[in-house]
T-cell receptor
Framework: DSGVTQTPKHLITATGQRVTLRCSPRSGDLSVYWYQQSLDQGLQFLIQYYNGEERAKGNILERFSAQQFPDLHSELNLSSLELGDSALYFC??????????FGPGTRLTVL | AQSVSQHNHHVILSEAASLELGCNYSYGGTVNLFWYVQYPGQHLQLLLKYFSGDPLVKGIKGFEAEFIKSKFSFNLRKPSVQWSDTAEYFCAARGGSGTYKYIFGTGTRLKVLA
């Protein structure tokens, strides 16, 4: 157990819908990272927040957005879902830049 | 463009065989390098990391990696694999100081036959 929690574990939805994935970082970690893992593209960095502020942006689509709240939990919002958005979405947290601790992931299936 | 390449997508070995997984990176300037492992049904966890100093880095579970700057490589090695090493292995890189964006390779699925 890494100490990072993600909910829900599984999510099945239809194209065009909007979903919210939630991540609670390890106690004391100020940074939260979001990743998308798909079969054909591996682990893709989406976005990073540090203490509520966006710090780095990767290959995140405009249909996706994220935020980190004052209690440091983070949410990833995915809208206008497409079949290709089906993937595992991981959250990671860190206290510094040395090591990220990953959550168990949310498996999103878009039908 | 910054990138991390893992050329072996699938590797099958017998127990006690030696392992070497390739990782090449493309980064300008200082780079920090990582290997993460994802065991079946589990979350990714850090195996080892290189920031500076001795280019031969030792990690958990008998794994080691060598940073060869001239070859832009950070290959993962283990002298004798076990069935329990069956997992997916990811190489990752981050630009040095002040850079927060990590780039992961596409991963190598290792299957160790008992």
């Amino acid at each position: 157990d890494s100490g990072v929690t993600q909910t829900p574990k599984h999510l099945i939805t239809a194209t065009g819908q909007r979903v919210t994935l939630r991540c609670s970082p390890r106690s004391g970690d100020l940074s939260v990272y979001w990743y998308q893992q798909s079969l054909d593209q591996g682990l893709q960095f989406l976005i990073q927040y540090y203490n509520g502020e966006e710090r780095a942006k990767g290959n995140i689509l405009e249909r996706f957005s994220a935020q980190q709240f004052p209690d440091l939990h983070s949410e990833l919002n995915l809208s206008s879902l497409e079949l290709g958005d089906s993937a595992l979405y991981f959250c990671a947290s860190s206290v510094d830049l040395n090591e990220q601790f990953f959550g168990p992931g949310t498996r999103l299936t878009v039908l | 463009a910054q990138s991390v390449s893992q050329h072996n997508h699938h590797v099958i070995l017998s127990e006690a065989a030696s392992l070497e997984l390739g990782c090449n990176y493309s980064y300008g300037g200082t780079v920090n390098l990582f290997w993460y492992v994802q065991y079946p049904g589990q979350h990714l966890q850090l195996l080892l990391k290189y920031f500076s100093g001795d280019p031969l880095v030792k990690g958990i579970k008998g794994f080691e990696a060598e940073f060869i700057k001239s070859k832009f490589s950070f290959n993962l090695r283990k002298p004798s694999v076990q069935w329990s090493d069956t997992a997916e292995y990811f190489c990752a890189a981050r630009g040095g100081s002040g850079t927060y964006k990590y780039i992961f390779g596409t991963g190598t699925r290792l299957k160790v036959l008992a």
